[in-house]
């Protein structure tokens, strides 16, 4: 059975930087679609990044250039790298993974939907 978890949400001010990590054990990284997605309270959950069993990493427009994602298969966790950090950018942020063989990059990955999920980490930027 798969599990997911994150770790490594916090509060940070604006323009400050967090590394979120995600392990799931039971999984084999590099073979199926991993991502990381978010919601704030009263939104609706929103796709951040995603990377599909290829390498191809894609990206929610508005975190294009300051968020980063990345995965380490020696050490089954997948990392996402956030930089230059905004008050909009507060959320509790999601690890989600898919152990079945889909599309989720490029054009996909607005439509994607994971079948395996995290608890969550908050993420709190203030002014």
């Known amino acids: 059975q798969v599990q997911v978890a994150e770790s490594g949400g916090g509060s940070v001010q604006a323009g400050g930087s967090l590394r979120l990590s995600c392990a799931a054990s039971g999984y084999t990284y590099s073979s199926y679609c991993m991502g990381w997605f978010r919601q704030a309270p009263g939104k609706e959950r929103e796709g951040v990044a995603g990377?599909?069993?290829?390498?191809?990493?894609s990206y929610a427009d508005s975190m294009k250039g300051r968020f980063a994602i990345s995965r380490d298969n020696a050490k089954n966790t997948l990392v996402l790298q956030m930089d230059s950090l905004k008050p909009e950018d507060t959320a509790m942020y999601y690890c989600a993974v898919e152990d079945l063989h889909t599309y989720c990059s490029g054009g996909y990955f607005p439509l994607w939907s994971p079948n395996l999920w995290g608890q969550g980490t908050q993420v709190t930027v203030s002014s």
């Open positions: 990377l599909d069993s290829d390498g191809m990493k």
